[in-house]
Nanobody
């Protein structure tokens, strides 16, 4: 009913930048919070950044000041600008969205993930 699809991952050298996008689609009445999580091999999935409907954002301490989350409600899309990337930022980045459907259901959906690899 509702899907989110990420794009924009890739490989960069330390200090480089990437921009991730996540577009939601389907039987969406309204989107609530949307965010980015990441999971490195052997680690648990962790919150990177989350943004609410009016643009208030919250970040993990490890990315504060380097990553910026943004939202375009008209496009049902969020973005994550990753600057000053470090090898420890390497992970699969997942988009998460809370959506209210046209059937008045509340769903939490995850994307398939996009890989970010940062080399020294």
């Amino acid at each position: 009913q509702v899907q989110v699809v990420e794009s924009g991952g890739g490989s960069v050298q330390a200090g480089g930048s990437l921009r991730l996008s996540c577009a939601a689609s389907g039987s969406i009445l309204r989107l609530d919070n949307m965010g980015w999580y990441r999971q490195a091999p052997g680690n648990q999935r962790e919150l990177v950044a989350v943004i609410n409907t009016v643009g208030y954002a919250d970040y993990a301490g490890s990315v504060q000041g380097r990553f910026t989350i943004a939202r375009d409600n008209a496009k049902k899309t969020i973005y994550l600008q990753l600057n000053s990337l470090q090898p420890e930022d390497s992970a699969v980045y997942y988009c998460n969205a809370v959506a209210f459907t046209t059937r008045l259901e509340r769903l939490e959906v995850w994307g398939q993930g996009t890989l970010v690899t940062v080399s020294r």
